[in-house]
């Protein structure tokens, strides 16, 4: 299985539609997808499972089990070794018919953006110290993803785009995108805090 975190020259978009050119069935596992991710691995992965949340197509009920797979991935990152994941998750079925599309329109998307991407800015995209810290963040973006708010908009966005970014950047050594995620991340807590306030003040309005 593409249990890795190393970066490959295969572009994203090529990477997506050679995912489409073996989906020879109409349903797959979760574990059966990340083995056709390839090379690329796992933060590919988490790439692939934010797409849902940031494209006009959409997987059903992929919240909770994509939050919960990038915590572990994040927190595999952190610790700088091959993440555990849960048999009962990575057996989660996704259709043919909910999966192409989105591959689809990510590999338009990536054809687009990564004629701009090129390793830079590195000191924050190598070495022990910063990995452990991007792989934080990466579990912080995964836990925010999993609060069941998903009737609140750009609750679900704001944290793809952080774990999109943080991965992205990581896998192409682009200190431009990890620096978009820190940013996407600092934005989306000011958002959920603003939400906790907004909460607790109708709470207070509501019995008092």
């Known amino acids: 299985m593409a249990n890795r975190f190393n970066d490959t020259d295969t572009t994203?978009?090529?990477?997506?539609?050679?995912?489409?050119?073996?989906?020879?069935?109409?349903?797959?596992?979760?574990?059966?997808?990340?083995?056709?991710?390839?090379e690329q691995?796992?933060?590919?992965?988490?790439?692939?499972?934010?797409?849902?949340?940031?494209?006009?197509?959409?997987?059903p009920g992929v919240s909770t089990v994509s939050g919960i797979v990038i915590i572990l991935i994040g927190i595999g990152v952190t610790l700088n070794r091959v993440p555990w994941l849960p048999r009962q998750l990575?057996?989660?079925?996704?259709?043919?018919?909910?999966?192409q599309p989105v591959l689809e329109h990510g590999a338009k998307i990536f054809d687009r953006l990564e004629r701009w991407v090129k390793p830079?800015?590195?000191?924050?995209?190598?070495?022990?110290?910063?990995?452990?810290?991007?792989?934080?963040?990466?579990?912080?973006?995964?836990?925010l993803l999993l609060f069941p708010l998903s009737f609140v908009p750009f609750s679900n966005t704001l944290p793809a785009v952080v774990i999109l970014c943080l991965s992205f950047g990581i896998l192409q050594q682009d200190g431009y995108f990890i620096v978009a995620g820190y940013t996407c991340l600092c934005?989306?807590?000011v958002y959920f805090s603003v939400l906790g306030l907004l909460l607790v003040w109708g709470g207070q309005a509501f019995l008092f």
């Open 12 to 38: 994203l978009a090529v990477a997506f539609r050679s995912i489409i050119a073996q989906l020879d069935k109409e349903t797959l596992t979760l574990r059966e997808l990340l083995e056709l991710v390839g």
């Open 41 to 59: 691995g796992l933060l590919l992965f988490c790439i692939l499972l934010t797409l849902p949340f940031l494209l006009p197509v959409s997987i």
């Open 90 to 99: 990575m057996n989660r079925t996704i259709t043919r018919e909910h999966l």
């Open 120 to 143: 830079r800015f590195q000191s924050i995209t190598t070495g022990i110290a910063i990995n452990r810290i991007n792989g934080f963040l990466l579990t912080l973006g995964g836990i």
């Open 187 to 189: 934005l989306t807590l």
